[in-house]
């Protein structure tokens, strides 16, 4: 992926966190390349797709998920439980969201969320569509964002 | 989701299996919701968006992803490595392809795969939004088959 094409979620992190959390974010170095080891037990998953394909994954500790989830849903969350869940798929649909706005050139829409959890999980992405690695510390606690995105043409001479 | 969404997901593997990897596959019953723990450590997850808005994880084990990728990549995989990852992840990509290229109706296009593994993982819908699950005995063993999928209509209402 083009690292152009990452600042429309750079920004959107910024901005969710902003926006809906109430909490200041701030980013890390850029790496390319697969991670394997997600450093936290929770991924929220989204895809996007039009004229490009896209994969987003936001990488949470459990003390994250539920401080997030606490502001989302304005009640204190302190279990990891379905409403804790659904946040952090919403987060992730936010984000994406928010990037998709700025990727107008690609008509992008954002399928349904899905969210991994359990410890030493890894989500890969195929090898030769090596996402961008973020890291975040916010207000909340760390979190660790990765992007995979293909263009169109990309995708298709692949 | 409208049980009428699930059939060309069916169709899709069903088909897959026997044009890409030589196997017949048989379907079991299907079931609403979220089962939680998938029963297999390796799920390979991809997004559909358009007019609808979709999530498609296939849950296999290793043996089964071994033996498929060595039918995709005509040499024997005896360990999962980035090759076995990859082909589930292509794997989930002709899924949705398939079953994209049935629902015609919703201009539907594919996100990136990614492909997550971890004894004991969760993959896990939005309560709003619950799966549709169906087992699927194969020639290569058995594998597990999610489909979330939400048309515009419903998704703008939620």
Redesign the interface.
Known sequence: MKVEHINPFLKAVASTFSTMLGAKSKRGELSLGDPRKRKFPI?G??????EA???V?INLSEEVAMKAASKLLMEEQTKIN?DV??AV??LANMIAGQAKAELTEYN??????????????????????PPLCVPFETDLGPLFLEV???TAEVAAGA
């Open positions: 991924s998953i989204i895809g996007l797709s039009g394909s896209g994969m994954v379905d869940i659904d798929g919403e992008l829409s954002i399928s349904l969320p899905s969210v991994v959890t359990g410890e030493g999980h890894e989500v890969r992405f195929p090898s030769n569509n995979g995105f293909e």
